[in-house]
């Protein structure tokens, strides 16, 4: 299952800070998260994600905060980004609980490659991918991921979190 949340500037903190410390659990998660997309390169970005840069392009600025990246400021109703959550049935999650070691990793690699085709069906609607354009041209997007496999509470729960940042970035430069 995916769901797909709007983050405004005046609810951005509340859709990440269970990633980042104070209030990440490392024991929920499988990584701590990586930057996907040619973008990433472009910008120097390292994983593990940190919350600076993180922080930093939600708002539209480069990575260390120095320049804008966006000619606009931001304002309330700006979405700043979309959070993109990818979740598992309860059955599947229990099998994966509960499998060897073994079968564990092929239900997960079949979750990974599963969210990967989502992730990138989703970039080509948000940079409007025209068939007329050639790939050379066209826009791409930034991405950062965390993977888990638990809730809160314990239960197994293998899922990603994505967050798309509301930024275009053109084999130009330019950001949009």
């Known amino acids: 299952m995916m769901a797909i949340k709007p983050i405004h500037l005046f609810n951005a903190t509340l859709e990440f800070r269970e990633f980042f410390p104070p209030c990440a659990e490392p024991q929920r998660m499988t990584d701590r998260g990586h930057w996907l ?34 000619t606009d400021s931001p304002h309330d109703e700006r979405m700043m980004a979309w959070r993109l959550d990818f979740r598992s049935s309860d059955g599947l999650n229990t099998l994966w609980a509960l499998s060897p070691r073994r079968i564990q990793l092929n239900i997960e690699k079949a979750h990974r490659r599963a969210v990967r085709g989502a992730i990138a069906t989703v970039e080509v609607e948000v940079t409007e991918t025209f068939p007329e354009r050639t790939p050379e041209k066209e826009p791409t997007a930034l991405f950062a991921v965390f993977r888990g496999g638990s809730l809160t509470d314990r239960l197994p729960d293998l899922h990603t979190t994505a967050f798309l940042f509301n930024l275009k970035f053109h084999q130009d430069g330019a950001v949009s």
Request: aromatic share 2%; charged share 20%.
């Open 37 to 70: 997309g040619p973008p990433a390169k472009l910008l120097q970005l390292t994983n593990p994600v940190e919350l600076p840069p993180f922080r930093h392009l939600l708002a539209g600025r480069s990575p260390d905060g120095s320049k804008k990246l966006l």
